[in-house]
């Protein structure tokens, strides 16, 4: 079978075309992006609570895995969840030790450590401390929101 030359040329032209309206996504923007959301993330935990920052960061198909019970899916069952914790006596924090992006620049993760400082009830500190990794995917806005998050526990200082 032949193939004529127009055609060769048109589908060459339709591939030019194609690759031409595919958007170009600078993936050092887009890491720096994640990272600064990921980053903000854990500054709102330390100023506002779990509560504000684990809702406002978190896509609405999200999945929260737990320690010791099952996942916690989509945005209103972690609210829910989440609420009981708004009268907080803790302060979770954490700091990414590494992060990536897909070339699409629309999925991402980010890998670090964290600290938990509870108030105990006779006003003395205590330290607990973990890994986490979280998913991120971005929105219809174009925002990073969370998708998927969780972490473990170490017997030693991470943060």
Known sequence: MMISKKLIYLLVGLG???????????REEALQ????????FSDLSVKKGVYEAF????????????????????????????A?????NYTLEWRCHRADVAASGELGYTFGVWKLTAVSATGEDKAFY??????WKKDASGAWKFAVDGGNSTPEQAL
Not at 33 to 40: G, V
Not at 61 to 81: R, W
Not at 84 to 88: D, Y
């Open 16 to 26: 030019l075309l194609a690759a031409s309206c595919t958007p170009q996504v600078n």
């Open 130 to 135: 973990g890994n986490y990794m979280t998913v």
């Open 33 to 40: 992006s994640l990272r600064q959301t990921d980053r903000a």
């Open 55 to 82: 809702t406002t960061y978190a896509h609405d198909s999200v999945i929260k895995l737990q320690d010791g019970a099952l996942p916690v899916i989509g945005k209103q069952n972690l609210e829910n969840v989440f």
């Open 84 to 88: 009981k914790q708004k009268t907080q």
